[in-house]
């Protein structure tokens, strides 16, 4: 989920070449909806920290406190509330700082899924 078409289109084609279904979300709280209405649908969320309506950091919280426990991956470019360790704190497998190349991508979605 990002609210940036080109960052949803560049990150979407580089995980279809790799076999994955991608389904994006205008905004957090869209991506929430999304989320909760089908729980087992979905293999692992990739959210950017800066969203409208909710952020990275309040989608992963709301995902927790609904006891939906999908491997979260949270993209973020500078923030100085929701650092690294805040948001892995809260539950997400991973947080990858912008700009990140695709193979880091791809690394941390595969490891999120082992998890």
């Given at each position: 989920?990002?609210?940036?078409?080109?960052?949803?289109?560049?990150?979407?084609?580089?995980?279809?070449r790799v076999g994955c279904v991608?389904?994006?979300?205008?905004?957090?709280?869209?991506?929430?909806?999304?989320?909760?209405?089908?729980?087992?649908?979905?293999?692992?969320?990739?959210?950017?920290?800066?969203?409208?309506?909710?952020?990275?950091?309040?989608?992963?919280?709301?995902?927790?406190?609904?006891?939906?426990?999908?491997?979260?991956?949270?993209?973020?470019?500078?923030?100085?509330t929701a650092t690294p360790e805040?948001?892995?704190?809260?539950?997400?497998?991973?947080?990858?700082?912008?700009?990140?190349?695709?193979?880091?991508?791809?690394?941390?979605?595969?490891?999120?899924l082992r998890r």
């Amino acid at each position: 989920m990002d609210d940036d078409p080109d960052v949803v289109r560049v990150v979407s084609k580089r995980l279809q070449r790799v076999g994955c279904v991608v389904e994006s979300a205008p905004d957090g709280e869209a991506a929430l909806h999304l989320l909760i209405a089908d729980p087992k649908r979905w293999h692992v969320v990739l959210t950017d920290q800066t969203m409208p309506h909710r952020t990275g950091e309040q989608l992963l919280r709301a995902l927790r406190e609904a006891g939906i426990g999908v491997p979260v991956v949270v993209m973020s470019g500078y923030s100085a509330t929701a650092t690294p360790e805040r948001v892995m704190a809260l539950g997400a497998s991973a947080v990858l700082a912008k700009p990140f190349g695709g193979d880091q991508l791809v690394a941390a979605l595969t490891a999120a899924l082992r998890r």
